[in-house]
């Protein structure tokens, strides 16, 4: 049997292949690792530009995980240090006293603390905002005060 273009769809891809295992993320790492970091350093002894070479491909490649494509970088730091930092609903369910009263209490204590920190962070921010308002007037303020050059002279 031939394959003719009748029966055979180009379109049609092959399901996401399931995540791979940890245990098989881990061995692949140590393998490779194994293999690329003497080839490296041994690049590096016999001709450098090589070592140099395989150096930046292992950089932009991602290091040694093997999970097929990078991760997107983050496009703010701030989101990305407050993805990692679990929520208050987070904490209170793993820290769990016991006492559902104080949990209570914990809870609204947590929610109040994170508001006056945000009320906080923006009062710094309405404060730095002034203090550059303030420099800026001050420089104008003295460029203003200085006298005009002139070019024709």
């Known amino acids: 049997m031939t394959m003719t273009a009748e029966n055979f769809d180009l379109s049609a891809r092959p399901a996401d292949p ?3 295992p940890v245990a098989v993320q881990v061995l692949s ?3 490779f690792a194994a293999f690329a970091i003497p080839v490296t350093i041994v690049a590096l002894n016999v001709f450098w530009p090589a070592g ?3 150096a930046l491909i292992l950089a932009w490649r991602g290091g040694f995980a093997p ?3 990078p991760s997107a970088a983050p496009r703010n730091l701030d989101e990305a240090v407050k993805s990692l930092v679990p929520t208050t609903a987070q904490k209170a369910a ?3 006293s016991g006492n559902a009263n104080f949990d209570a209490y914990r809870a609204d204590m947590l929610e109040r ?3 006056e ?3 906080f962070e923006g009062f710094l921010t309405r404060l730095r905002d002034a203090k550059d308002k303030s420099e800026f007037d001050d420089f104008m303020d003295a460029r203003a005060k200085r ?3 002139d070019d024709d002279a």
Do not use: Y
């Open 147 to 149: 006298p005009m050059i």
């Open 18 to 20: 399931a995540p791979m």
């Open 117 to 119: 920190q945000q009320n």
């Open 113 to 115: 603390l994170e508001i």
């Open 52 to 54: 140099i070479l395989i």
């Open 67 to 69: 999970t097929g494509t």
């Open 94 to 96: 793993a820290t769990s």
């Open 29 to 31: 790492t140590l393998l």
